[in-house]
């Protein structure tokens, strides 16, 4: 017997498991069927079936001795920005090719230790640059959703694979990473639930770094539950990273139904901008309704520069990315090209390693870091970032919660915004914000669009109030009742 | 502030990539086009604010300076492009 898995929810399967009515290998065995006949939508990069079956037995016999972790026997698809020991790992760049890491990443191996299953590495934008999916080095993700007329879609990026895996059912839960929304802004295009944490509450070690003082590990899943016991799983604090926080790590899950009464909810006036999409407005305002009928108070709250974090974003970000993306030279592991001498070869190995849209950041970040012009564009980035983090430490004074819509479009058309970088970057307006100030925000699916597209809101919370988050996502999903799910045209 | 193809080329020597001059073209486009979108910033007003260097009131942690590790150089090559014996092998640095 298989267990088709797209028809439950992490929790739901762990009660399954808890009762005996399947095992994990039955699981397992029908996330692997289900994730092969996922295969045109290009969501993962290397699968390991055979390691899958193998950790499904070890969890089915660690379940038989009463030994359960958090997620025993839960099948999980790790995005490929994870260090996964033995595992090919590429960031879907071209650079690390044939790179089997000989450690794993600490988020990853926190997970194996509560039990979950690895069904294999999940496609993404190279080295998480992108909001579309389209910058892989092997190819774009297909959203599992399509136009009404059947042209296909992006799943949002850069956790691009992570979304279509967990949307179109063949794993439970995926990793993902966020830098300036790359968690939340796929979840929303994908119509799943995504969490960035705080910074420092998942640690970094054995992720491959894209801008250090950015990136976040986090889950996402179906349902805010299973987000709320991913984390639970993923989060604490690791020696080995010096930024991750040192304290302890709450239970998600106890206070998941509280209810949002007597919270005070911000609304952001500079997040309603010229010319949005009416029905992201429309969205905003139903999700306001909801918080609103649930017993919350909203408040109008300004967050004044919110209209400079793009901007600052895409200097910081890409300086961090050129100093980070320096360790890519072709000598110690990974692609290597000739040259006649050291530099010829580094240039070579780097010019044919990384796609266009890296090579576009390591030249911003590079030029901002130069001579003559780092405190132009470096310092005074670092400046305004302090601005907008204040923005956020006075709104947080007067609300426990800020509530904005997720992206500021449904899922578009593969190949529609290649054309200009500065397009492309808009998609993450709403997103970027949060992660320059190192805030928890979440995605939680909505309502669909006109089109027939999901759509997303995001809730930003105080530092660490992670618990307070989910509480609060729980409340809009409850009201919000999203149970569409993507017709499976791949299996036809 | 306006980058022309020498500019764009001296970038990517520094950056260390190789850069085919009918590509120097299109990237300074696309650059100028980035760098001017991020120009807005002059306009904020930042007198007297302080540069952000962590976004988390953290003082970084540091380890014992004590040997932890080591002793694997199996692991350590296992990846190496090329090696020979327990050494990276590279083009010839010095003459």
Sequence with gaps: MTIDPDKFTIASALEGLAKKEFTSVELTQGSIKAMQAAKPLNAMITETPEKALEMARAADARRAKGEAGLLEGIPLAIKDLFATQGVLTTAASHILDGFHPEYESTATANLWKQGAVMLGKLNLDEFAMGSSNETSYYGPVVNPWRAKDGTRLVPGGSSGGSAAAVSAGFALGATGTDTGGSIRQPASLCGITGIKPTYGRVSRWGIVAFASSLDQAGPMARTVRDCALMLQAMAGFDPKDSTSVDRPVPDYVANLDGGVKGMRIGIPREYRMDGMDPEIVALWEQGKQWLKEAGA?????????????????????????????????????????????????????????????????????????????????????????TLIKKDFEQAFQRVDAILTPTAPNAAFPIGMKNDDPVTMYLNDVFTVPTSLAGLPGMSVPAGLSSGGLPLGLQLIGKPFEESQLLRVGRTLEKAANYTAKPFHWWES | MSLDKAAVAKIAKLARLKMEPDRQEALASELNRILSFVEELQAVNTDNVQPMTSVAPMKLRHREDAVTDGGKPEAVLKNAPQRQGDFYTVPKVVE
């Design chain 1, 297 to 385: 108070e909203i408040v109008d709250i300004n967050l004044p520069h919110t209209h400079y974090a793009l901007a600052t974003y895409y200097i910081v970000a890409p300086a961090e990315a050129s100093s980070n993306l320096a360790r890519y030279d072709g000598v110690r592991y990974g692609l290597r090209v000739p040259g006649k001498d050291l530099t010829e070869m580094y240039e070579n190995t780097r010019g044919e390693g990384f796609g266009r849209e890296v090579q576009r950041r390591i030249m911003i970040g590079t030029y901002v870091l130069s001579a003559g012009y780092y405190d132009a564009y470096y310092t005074k980035a670092q400046k305004v970032r």
